[in-house]
């Protein structure tokens, strides 16, 4: 029988997938706050949320705003409105990556730059963020997949949706 040789059919220009970083490890004791963020255009009207559950949640405005923005901001109201242990559910990568990954380190070694070095979007948003989060010690982030049925998500989504227009 015949040997044959396998060789790649992959590309030399491709790129290798990273495997994916695992999420934050919850705290004892953590409550799931899920947030979301809304805009209609972008920039253009916002809405931002929070919900530990349908009976408690919270939700505010900005105008002008962008999506970015109001994803970070539902964050940062949620982390500030409740004590105790906290695991922020969001559907930005962005936001999540930020602390799963440790972004935020980088962006405060290199004066709130990016590693362009350019000025980091939002930074009146994520300064405060990131600084609640450090002095607490009990808030770590995973992500929910936006708009795919998942109960607490589309809540949140839809009083985004609402603050922004109201």
Known sequence: MPTTSRSSSRPSSARTRRPAKPAMVAPPGA???FTDGACSGNPGPGGWAWALDTAVHASGAERPSTNQRMEIRAALEAVLALEGPLVVVSDSTYVVHCFRDAWWKGW????WTNTARKPVANRDLWEPLVDAVEARGDVVFHWVKGHSGHPMNDFVDRLAVAASKG
Do not use: D, F, L
């Open 31 to 33: 409550r799931q706050v």
């Open 108 to 111: 405060r070694q290199r004066g």
